[in-house]
């Protein structure tokens, strides 16, 4: 029997995070990587975003399964909303599912009815007669692995995130002759990620952070020691804890979060990590490591609490004498948050060591590492995945520099289908669509561009409410009008234009009213808006959120 097969992404191109990789044989959908995506600073109120799951919803009596790589949100996030509605099994580590569910948790959604199957990091997975085969790698979550599937024509081989280091030991540790068994194999495409393709040489060992936790820890003789690490980077967080009990630091933690991962860690592996999950946001003795830990941008955010809650009555007071290690350093998009927190951490006195993206690489494949895993796989095709689309050309120009043709090179975008008949790829411009999901609190799906748009206008321009009662059998006006504003300006500063507006809302409002037939209050309303907005603009070049009440009696 022929194989026909489609590649596409319902996510992770052209940006970082919500990574979902299908792979289509025969109309039998493989599903790799189902994450979230947390929010810019300019999407007001929404706390995660989902790949374009709708599809997956409408084909779902084709997924044969789900493959998660590893325990990051931006990998895995988005499967407690997937599994409400699909069935299909879910195969991870048990890293991933104790990560898994506690997202689940988070966002209210029953993780019992997610159907997981535990793997082992080198196992090989049989799906009606199909192989897929799991291979380790090594990456900052721990129990990180790629996947192979099976096809007539070579496998499909996504490596998920990963870095080459030959020292590391388990969970992180590669299993470099699993990599060089399925090496053996034909290949039709490589799936390889982006984020880093712009480092030059290998990541290993820029990555660790051990060394320079100590060398602060040694050297700091009075004070305590803060600092910072995004909360699924467990490989950062062994080697925290390492550097403190070198140096015989207590380790307290900042967040309930940490504790929460520390705990499942500690579930996972049977073992201790700290002596003590001790939280603590109160005055501290000498000699302790306190451990702000939060996940994603959360981690900003403590930071920001530390530095404005300084003057605070029981709470950690920051002096010239204490040290914050910034071990979180930002990534694309939250640059400038970033640079407001590092300012108001210099306000405290204290001493900041930050540890920037160049002098701590983050666990994610260099050009070395990318061209190392394209010469050993050696695939017909190859297909940059997992990163901005700057971060994806220079992806495929190492392709290039290894002698690869830009037609067997594939930089897609998000919902562009790689269509593969008899092993070769054919030319087709289908497309499968993969809008992104807003998540707002338990609201999934129902905030769109409009709802944003109002928000932003509430954020810079404020809101005005306007008021008025009419008779509905006289046709004449009996209460109002009444104009109400919220950060737009101070009512009393500038009475004049109040007076003004109002007069246009119950002028507006009365040559409408006084026409016979049915009052189209929608139409009525937004006429209001109108004639509200140009005073508003004329006047004060503002445009805030204008909300015109109506009533009739």
């Known amino acids: 029997m022929d194989e026909h097969i489609k590649i596409f992404a319902l996510g992770g191109l052209d940006e970082n995070g919500k990574n979902c990789y299908v792979v289509d044989i025969n109309n039998d959908l493989y599903i790799f990587d189902a994450g979230i995506r947390y929010p810019e600073e300019s999407l007001l109120g929404i706390d995660i975003i989902l790949p374009g799951i709708n599809y997956l919803f409408e084909n779902k009596d084709r997924i044969k399964a789900f493959f998660i790589t590893h325990a990051h949100d931006e990998n895995m996030g ?16 048990k890293l991933a599912i104790a990560m898994i569910s506690k997202t689940a948790k988070k966002f209210n959604k029953n993780y019992r009815q997610i159907h997981f199957i535990e793997i082992e990091r080198n196992q090989n997975i049989t799906i009606d007669q199909r192989n897929v085969y799991a291979f380790a790698v090594t990456h900052g979550s721990g ?63 820029y990555h660790k952070i051990e060394s320079k936790v ?13 600092i910072s690490l995004y909360g699924q980077n467990f490989f950062g967080l062994e080697e925290i804890i390492a550097a403190a009990k070198k140096n015989k630091y207590k380790i307290m933690l900042y967040t309930e979060y940490s504790r929460q991962i520390i705990q499942i860690l500690e579930e996972i592996y049977g073992k201790k990590i700290i002596p003590e999950t001790m939280l603590t946001k109160n005055a501290l003795e000498m000699n302790t490591l306190v451990l702000v830990m939060e996940n994603g941008t959360n981690v900003f ?14 709470s950690l007071h920051i002096t010239e004498n204490d040290s914050i290690i910034l071990a979180s350093p930002p990534h694309t998009g939250t640059e400038l948050m970033f640079a407001k927190i590092l ?5 405290t006195n204290a001493k900041i060591i930050n540890f ?34 700057i971060k994806m050309i220079e992806n495929a120009k190492l392709a290039q520099e290894l002698g690869y043709n830009h037609t067997n090179i594939l930089v897609y975008d998000n919902g562009m289908v790689a269509n593969f008949e008899n092993g ?17 609190g338990i609201g999934i799906g129902d905030v769109g561009d409009i709802v944003i748009n109002d928000r932003r206008k509430l954020g810079k321009d404020g809101v005005m409410v306007l008021g008025i009662s009419f008779s509905m059998s006289t046709r004449e006006i009996v209460a109002g009008p009444d104009v109400q504003m919220r950060g737009l300006i101070f009512l009393k500063n500038d009475q004049d234009l109040v007076a003004e507006i109002a007069k246009c809302f119950e002028n507006t409002v009365y040559n409408v009213i006084k026409q016979p037939g049915m009052v189209d209050f929608a139409a009525l309303r937004n006429l209001c808006k109108k004639n509200i907005s140009q005073i508003v603009q004329t006047k004060l070049n503002k445009d805030p959120m204008i909300l015109p009440v109506i009533i009739s009696i």
């Not at 300012?343 to 306000?347: A, G, I, M, T, V």
């Open 301 to 314: 955010q403590s930071l920001i609490e530390i530095a404005e809650n300084n003057q605070k009555e029981n």
């Open 424 to 440: 070769n790829l054919i030319q087709t411009h289908e497309n499968v669509e993969c809008n992104e999901i807003m998540v707002d």
């Open 214 to 226: 100590a060398q602060v820890l040694e050297n700091t003789t009075k004070g305590r020691v803060f």
């Open 343 to 347: 300012d108001k951490l210099y306000q």
């Open 356 to 389: 920037n993206s160049k002098q701590v690489i983050s666990m994610h494949a260099g050009s070395e590492d990318l061209k190392m895993m394209l010469s050993i796989f050696r695939p017909k095709y190859y297909m940059p995945v997992r990163g901005y689309y």
């Open 143 to 205: 129990e990180a692995v790629g996947y192979a599937l099976e096809t007539l024509y070579g496998l499909v081989v996504y490596t998920g995130d990963y870095i080459l280091d030959f020292s590391a030991a388990e969970p992180y540790k590669s299993d470099f002759n699993r990599i060089s068994f399925l090496s053996s194999k034909p290949v039709l495409c490589l799936l390889s990620e982006s984020y880093n393709s712009t480092h030059i040489g290998s990541v290993s060992p």
């Open 78 to 93: 988005a499967i407690p909303f997937l599994c409400e509605e699909i069935d299909a099994p879910v195969y991870a580590t």
